[in-house]
């Protein structure tokens, strides 16, 4: 039996519970779930749980902000692994509901903005009503608290709560993929497998014209693709960002780590938030001058001149 304890955005049957089950050892562990994704990553902070598994972007919706803003502030955390779900919702109720019986359907933001078309197809009575979670909306059907007539969720969520599936695939982007990551304890970084993703976070030191564009060039002139930027309000102040950053490749990369070198001398702050292994095993295109061995022979060429 494993020891780990890991927390996910709960209740049971989130897709979050979904994602975390692909996770090697992930079964055998303990898995309390979290009521929100700050709660989860809170019992990492505080030791209770060894890792928690939060979403983080999805291919529709776009990325997570709650998970973002918890990168930035608080104690600093590190993702060290990620899954990609692809999302496939399911309209469920209690045993004996009809479609003509629904006039309430519950389920979450993200899931509601991407089953509207459906909605309105199938259902146009109905009133679409918000939820803490997929899970949360049937977990209130089953226990009967008459909030919601159906619910939108993960199929998982109807055998977690005994509910009758009376709909499959019903979101309107069926190739919909949401990434979710493992978060720990900052620790010893995993060695490279040669398809890695290495997140940060970085605060430009002040407004100027072309402030964004220096950031950007540090990365685009060592030849590191950038898979994820997004601007985040800091709350000290209007206007004031920081860019939460998805570059392809492990921070013992030249390339990257001279990257993230530079980055350090003109960024006010810059937050390293992991190196870990691509779930797609997609390695990065690697331009002529960027690997490894030419950055050791510039090196040793400066050297040599320097004497």
């Known amino acids: 039996m494993s020891s780990q304890r890991y927390t996910y955005l709960g209740p049971e049957g989130t897709f979050a519970e ?41 291919s529709v919706e776009g990325a997570v902000t709650t998970t973002l803003d918890e990168f930035a502030s608080g104690e600093p955390l590190h993702i060290t692994a990620e899954v990609l779900l692809p999302v496939s919702f399911a309209l469920m109720a209690a045993a004996g509901t009809e479609l003509d019986d629904i006039r309430t359907v519950g389920t979450h933001p993200h899931a509601e903005a991407q089953c509207r078309k459906w909605l309105a197809a199938r259902l146009p009575r109905a009133k679409h009503l918000l939820s803490a979670s997929t899970a949360d909306a049937a977990r209130s059907i089953a226990a009967g608290e008459g909030r919601f007539d159906a619910a939108i969720a993960a199929p998982l969520a109807a055998e977690r709560y005994g509910l009758t599936v009376l709909a499959t695939d019903v979101g309107d982007n069926l190739t919909a993929v949401t990434r979710f990551v ?23 030191a002040d407004d100027h014209p072309g402030a ?56 006010d702050e810059v937050r390293f938030c992991g190196s870990y292994a691509r779930a797609d095993g997609q390695p990065p295109q690697i331009r002529r001058g960027t690997t490894d061995g030419a950055f050791a022979a510039a090196e040793a060429w400066l050297a040599s001149v320097r004497g």
């Open 212 to 267: 964004l564009l220096e950031l950007l060039t540090e990365f685009a002139v060592r030849g590191v693709n950038l898979s994820r930027i997004e601007s985040r309000p800091t709350g000290e102040r209007l206007g004031h960002y920081c860019f939460s950053i998805d570059c392809e490749g492990h921070i013992a990369d030249a390339r990257l780590g001279e990257a993230l070198s530079a980055l350090h001398r003109i960024c």
């Open 18 to 58: 979904a994602a975390l089950l692909r996770i090697p050892g992930a079964k055998d562990a303990e898995l309390p779930p979290s009521q929100t994704v700050p709660a989860a990553l809170e019992m990492v902070r505080r030791g209770t749980a060894d890792g928690a598994l939060v979403p983080l972007e999805n």
């Open 182 to 204: 493992l978060v720990r304890r900052p620790g010893p970084v995993a060695p490279p497998t040669g398809a890695d993703r290495t997140t940060v976070v970085a605060w430009i």
